[in-house]
């Protein structure tokens, strides 16, 4: 029962500032079909990303920008109910960049078929996917904690984040978050097993608060936010330690950079290494990883939280607002029903 | 012919701001008498550097801060004019951290001989000293600049930078300085084979300067200054380029953090790395570096220039200049004239 028609949103207009709803179009399209070699895959969940911001920008972002008119959105996970496709079949659940419509044609080589005994199948949008590819590698191979540092995450209990504090606790790391709200810190702590966690929104002198939960300070720094909250952390780094530059949310509606105080000058002396890095960077490493993590949501060793919004029509104003942090865990839209008969169906 | 007396500079009081001559005073005291396992070196070439300036703090800085009424300084070259030690012997031309004054007994287990033979012992203070040891593990071990690629120096005609951009041209490398006035600019372009240099007072936009000399952008910063310089190129970083913070002389008589653009959020889509080092980091690894850099100052391949400034009573004035950048070249202060005999005499 493949519908002639389907919704999509597209890009409409590119923001000033924070975007609106009025940057974004929902329109009926034809439902493509398959030709040789493609997967048409009805698609569930799709994801909503805080770098999906720069992809709205005309110029120079690590991800391209998307064209005016062109389909929004990023991954998505679906059902493939027609195949041209030498290896996925009707039924498979997968996962690509197929973006934010009910519908979509795909010969991606990145495409991925999901297991849907390990997890909700969700989570190939989150911990099993994009979000937890880039805690894992972010943390481990840009942060190389060792037992007994102190790690401080930002947007604690965000995709990122959660999974980020997580592994840090596994490495036998004291964990400390940082996130907006008594309920997202309290959720942090309590449990994912942080540490501590410092609401930034209340904690009036955030260097004071910080200095509290780190008493031997900080050793890895996983940023996720920039602004005031980084230049509090920035003070507090111990000596060697490092700084996982994985993004800057308080910043992506900027039309000018802010202004900040100077790092240079203190990292000479205290050996800071701070390293931008792209998830992307660490593909020929996923495998291993998300069959290690698969292996820790499974036994619910691994934990993780989805915000998930039910509506096509819902994803701009879902999107505008997790760039404001009103979201509390990975943001998710869903679009259609998951198959019957899924183990850990939702 | 040991005098009873000697001179030596010590520092009065703590600046606010940039540093006066009020805040050192120069005291005469009695000459030490070397005990057992030490030397009495008479004092000839006074290093005066940038860390100084932190070493005039009471807060913390990476070299330990300077006690008022103590010793001001750091490095220094003399003879040994008498022994008690094991190993150096009178006559021995050596290096060490002795302070501005004209004797000094030192039993340091970081004393060097130097090689009169090889250059001008004053080099001990400067390009086969401190400084070019600097230039040699920033560059190389921080930089990891590749043939080929772009590597931009501020600070281009000072002790570390006029090193740092000989070496990267010896790697390969197009090799871009940064310095005030047209007549460092010619220095380092002309005399030491940069292939650019950027005159960060006369350029008006420095930003276009930069992408003028740096058509491929820039894949390596070796940062000496920080500060409107340092912020005109950390946006001509190309992708995975790396920068070496060395110091900040801009910063360095600032009482509070300047304000600048942020830069987290540009370095993580460019995969920058960023890293903060100290010259002793890598003190494990001098001997084969000072060799290798030895040999190519004595064949004339590796060039210096030199700002002798004779006159223990100039040390605290020209100190001063030094961090506004009136010095050209490495800066020392002659306080006794070299033994007769040495084959590189000055």
């Given amino acids: 029962?493949?519908?002639?028609?389907?919704?999509?949103?597209?890009?409409?207009?590119?923001?000033?500032?924070?975007?609106?709803?009025?940057?974004?179009?929902?329109?009926?399209?034809?439902?493509?079909?398959?030709?040789?070699?493609?997967?048409?895959?009805?698609?569930?969940?799709?994801?909503?990303?805080?770098?999906?911001?720069g992809r709205m920008r005309d110029g120079a972002s690590y991800a391209a920008p998307i064209k005016i008119g062109d389909v929004f959105g990023g991954g998505?996970?679906?059902?493939?109910?027609?195949?041209?496709?030498?290896?996925?079949?009707?039924?498979?659940?997968?996962?690509?960049?197929?973006?934010w419509q009910e519908y979509a044609v795909s010969a991606s080589p990145t495409m991925r078929r999901i297991d849907p005994a390990i997890a909700p199948i969700s989570t190939a949008n989150g911990v099993l996917g994009m979000p937890g590819m880039t805690a894992y590698f972010g943390l481990f191979d840009i942060g190389?904690?060792?037992?007994?540092?102190?790690?401080?995450?930002?947007?604690?209990?965000?995709?990122?984040?959660?999974?980020?504090?997580q592994l840090?606790?596994?490495?036998?790391c004291r964990v400390v978050g940082i996130a907006g709200g008594a309920k997202k810190c309290d959720f942090v702590r309590d449990d994912l097993?942080?540490?501590?966690c410092v609401d930034y929104k209340a904690a009036g002198d955030l260097g004071a608060a910080l200095k509290a939960a780190c008493p031997n300070g900080i050793d890895v720094y996983?940023?996720?936010?920039?602004?005031?909250?980084?230049?509090?952390?920035?003070?507090?780094?111990?000596?060697?330690?490092r700084v996982a530059l994985c993004g800057a949310i308080s910043q992506y509606n900027a039309e000018k950079p802010e202004m900040a105080p100077r790092l240079p000058?203190?990292?000479?002396?205290?050996?800071?290494?701070?390293?931008?890095?792209?998830?992307?960077?660490?593909?020929?490493?996923?495998?291993?990883?998300?069959?290690?993590?698969?292996?820790?949501?499974?036994?619910?060793?691994?934990?993780?939280?989805?915000?998930?919004?039910?509506?096509?029509?819902?994803?701009?104003?879902?999107?505008?607002?997790?760039?404001?942090?009103d979201n509390f865990g990975k943001l998710q839209i869903k679009v259609a029903d998951e198959p019957a008969g899924l183990p850990h169906r939702r």
Avoid: C
Wanted: charged share 25%; net charge positive; proline share 5%.
């Fill in 193 to 196: 097993g942080f540490d501590a």
């Fill in 222 to 241: 996983f940023e996720n936010v920039g602004g005031a909250v980084s230049d509090a952390v920035m003070l507090q780094l111990n000596t060697w330690s």
């Fill in 1 to 53: 029962m493949i519908p002639k028609t389907q919704r999509r949103v597209v890009l409409a207009s590119r923001p000033a500032g924070e975007p609106t709803e009025a940057n974004f179009r929902i329109e009926d399209v034809a439902t493509p079909e398959p030709q040789h070699g493609e997967v048409l895959v009805r698609l569930i969940y799709l994801s909503a990303d805080p770098y999906m911001r």
């Fill in 265 to 325: 000058g203190l990292f000479v002396g205290k050996r800071v290494t701070m390293r931008g890095f792209i998830v992307s960077d660490f593909a020929a490493k996923y495998e291993p990883a998300r069959a290690l993590m698969g292996e820790m949501v499974r036994s619910g060793k691994l934990k993780f939280r989805e915000d998930i919004v039910s509506g096509l029509e819902l994803a701009p104003k879902s999107f505008i607002g997790l760039l404001r942090g």
């Fill in 168 to 172: 840090a606790k596994m490495a036998g």
């Fill in 144 to 165: 190389q904690p060792k037992a007994g540092e102190t790690v401080v995450v930002s947007a604690a209990s965000g995709a990122v984040g959660q999974v980020v504090g």
């Fill in 76 to 99: 998505s996970v679906g059902e493939v109910v027609a195949s041209k496709h030498p290896v996925f079949k009707v039924g498979d659940i997968v996962e690509d960049r197929m973006g």
